[in-house]
């Protein structure tokens, strides 16, 4: 049995359940406290679909009780969402630290560039490290950043896994998203995300204005209360006009954007993970992270994208003059990435990781040598048409 302790049903989580529960021998449940809120609801989130598992959304106290109850035994495996961070999980991971079930918890990165704060965090996650390194038999940690972050923390490495979240495969048959342009050629770059300050769409913007003697194009998908002041930034920059501002779309589209597109750029001062990073490597197309994203692990290689120093223009413009340089995407390397994308990020290669986790936490063999697919499969890409450039 495998039980998933969750605030509300995790659409990130879902793919990896429901791939999950068609692998795993027994039962899997997940036990949400509460189901999707509004909020969620009206950005776009739906139920989603956990396959084989079983979902149970907010049991009463009772239930819940039995629920825990059922999991008491050495053959259970518990993994909750955030160690403290839900009241009901929490009590729940408290009620199950004297069974004999495995425990393990799902964490992010605490941020770690935000001045006072970040110490204030570090000093209470060393507290969380002290009190459950010992019980807790797993924790899996988003990306290079969580592993370091938790380690630091005090948790045994041995114990410290890294994972992340993972997007369901596109459908191969998706309708053309939104065209920003007819001209070319033009270097086709997106954005995806939340118009908040976290994001860092300023941060692109000041470093587009630095290259903007290039062919470029920039779209944009997402609202958020800072959506104007982005505008008007622009418009001082004097880019509004190579810039397409798309709004909210629906999932199918912004997979479709994804596939057209020549760059995706995730430019955040801080990320725990960063899902989009996932579905456009699914799409085929690569990828210039801030390092401050959990997900900036996943590029391995040049060929699927790169990294940049979080809030140092100087830095992502770099990374965007030799993105610009290498000119169009070529269709074999699209195809090369889709294909890495499919062996090492899916949600099938996910549930294969996590059941080797398992077993070797159960058997309470080393860990040692175990890596996420994400770094064991590092193909080199196939040789690319000779490629244009923009002048």
């Known amino acids: ?11 990130h989580q879902g793919p990896l359940i429901r791939s999950l529960a068609m692998r795993w021998p027994g039962l899997v449940r997940v036990i949400a406290e509460e189901n999707l809120p509004v909020q969620r ?6 139920l989603p679909d956990f396959g084989a598992a079983d979902l149970i959304v907010a049991p009463a106290s009772k239930d819940r009780a039995r629920l825990a109850n059922e999991a008491t035994g050495s053959n259970a495996v518990n993994l909750f ?6 009241p009901e999980t929490y ?3 408290k ?5 004999r079930a495995m425990l393990g918890v799902m964490v992010e990165p605490g941020r770690h560039n935000d001045g006072w704060r970040a110490l204030l965090r570090r000093f209470k996650h060393r507290g969380l490290a002290w009190r459950w390194r010992r019980r807790l038999d797993l924790v899996l940690a988003t990306g290079d950043l969580g592993c370091v972050w938790w380690q630091s923390a005090g948790f045994p490495a041995n114990k410290v896994f890294p994972f992340g979240y993972f997007t369901a495969q596109p459908d191969e048959n998706l309708s053309a998203g939104p065209v920003s342009t007819s001209e070319k050629p033009v270097f086709r770059m997106l954005f995806v995300g939340q118009l908040i300050h976290r994001k860092g769409l300023d941060l692109l913007f000041h470093a587009l204005s630095k290259v903007s003697d290039k062919k470029w194009a920039l779209d944009i998908i997402g609202k958020g209360p800072q959506e104007e002041s982005y505008m008007q930034l622009a418009e001082k920059k004097g880019f509004n006009a190579r810039i397409y501002w798309w709004g909210a779309l629906p999932n199918a589209q912004v997979l479709a954007c994804m596939a057209q597109a020549d760059l995706f750029i995730l430019p955040s001062r ?6 989009v990073v996932n579905e456009a490597l699914t799409m085929g197309t690569p990828v210039l992270a801030s390092d401050a994203c959990g997900a900036s692990c996943l590029l391995t290689a040049d060929w699927l994208g790169m990294t940049f120093s979080s809030e140092n223009t100087d830095s992502l413009v770099n990374a965007l003059q030799e993105c610009l340089a290498r000119g169009p995407l070529p269709e074999n390397r699209r195809i ?8 090492s990020i899916s949600p099938e290669a996910a549930a294969d990781y996590l059941i080797q986790i398992l077993q070797r936490t159960g058997a309470q063999s080393s860990s040692s040598g175990l890596r996420p697919p994400w770094e064991s499969v590092k193909q ?5 048409p000779e490629k244009a450039s923009y002048p």
């Open 41 to 46: 609801r009206l950005q776009g989130w739906s």
């Open 91 to 93: 009590r729940t991971l």
């Open 336 to 343: 090369q990435i889709r294909k890495w994308a499919k062996n």
């Open 95 to 99: 009620r199950l630290a004297g069974s």
């Open 81 to 86: 969402s955030g160690i403290d961070a839900y």
């Open 380 to 384: 080199p890409p196939i040789d690319p």
């Open 1 to 11: 049995m495998i039980n998933f302790w969750q605030n509300i049903p995790s659409i």
């Open 270 to 275: 801080y990320d725990g993970w960063g899902a």
